[in-house]
């Protein structure tokens, strides 16, 4: 028989007391699940759940993926109750559709504000009040094209696009930040206003003060964008440093 009396334990509202936020992520993301960890402020949790993507990538394969959105988004702590639930996939925000994403996050998790990567994207880059930027990708040329188009109807002025044309999700992580960071300078442009590296699944949140040092100009990178797009809608508002001049804005 215990001799503890359940009047007596002491409880507080946990670690996770400022925000709850949920990611669904491709099953063959390798890079965005601990970038978010590391952006995470002390009293915000962060909980992910994934879906079955085909490890090709292209846009009839990322078309596929709202078939499991609304089930993902059911999944992530519902006795929690996230916040924010965010589908954390630049292309697949894209070719998919906004609006149709976040009514099936809606749908398994009408509890939470949904949203997705690109939202987080287009955010960040109308806080910096950018115009003019350059778009650097893993992806092939087909998604670029789209991604091109998505970009230039919100308002951008995409001077180039450019893509290692990989289609396979799995090497998308294990592209080397250094090459990623080359590849970040070699696209930039003197009149470019924000370099923009957009996907989920490489490895650029480790190099974006390094190439905002040596360019002058801000970096965005999906992860980031995501993330403080995240926090932002969640209510918290804290200056992060390491992961770019947007946290600082």
């Not at 609006?99 to 109308?126: F, H, Q, W």
């Amino acid at each position: 028989m215990s001799k503890f009396n359940i009047n007596d334990v002491q409880f507080d509202s946990g670690r996770n007391n400022r925000a709850n936020l949920g990611f669904i992520l491709l099953s063959t993301d390798l890079a965005c699940e601990i970038d978010t960890y590391r952006m995470a402020p002390k009293g915000v949790g962060v909980s992910f759940t994934r879906l079955h993507t085909d490890d090709y990538t292209t846009n009839e394969t990322l078309a596929k993926h709202i078939d499991q959105m609304a089930d993902a988004a059911s999944r992530i702590q519902p006795e929690i109750k996230p916040d924010v639930i965010s589908y954390c996939c630049t292309s697949g925000s894209i070719v998919i559709g906004e609006d149709k994403v976040c009514a099936e996050i809606r749908r398994g998790a009408p509890y939470a504000t949904a949203m997705t990567l690109v939202s987080g994207v287009v955010a960040a880059l109308n806080q910096l009040e950018a115009k003019k930027i350059v778009i650097g990708t893993p992806y092939l040329d087909e998604i670029n094209i789209v991604e091109k188009n998505f970009f230039e109807n919100k308002g951008f002025d995409v001077l180039d696009i450019q893509g290692l044309n990989l289609g396979n999700g799995i090497e998308f992580g294990k592209i080397t930040s250094d090459y990623i960071k080359d590849f970040a300078l070699s696209i930039d442009q003197k009149e470019a206003e924000v370099i923009f590296l957009s996907c989920s699944g490489i490895r650029s949140l480790d190099i974006i003060e390094e190439v905002e040092a040596t360019t002058g100009k801000p970096v965005i990178t999906s992860n980031q964008a995501q993330m403080w797009y995240a926090l932002r809608t969640a209510g918290v508002n804290d200056k992060l440093s390491g992961f770019g001049r947007i946290f600082n804005s």
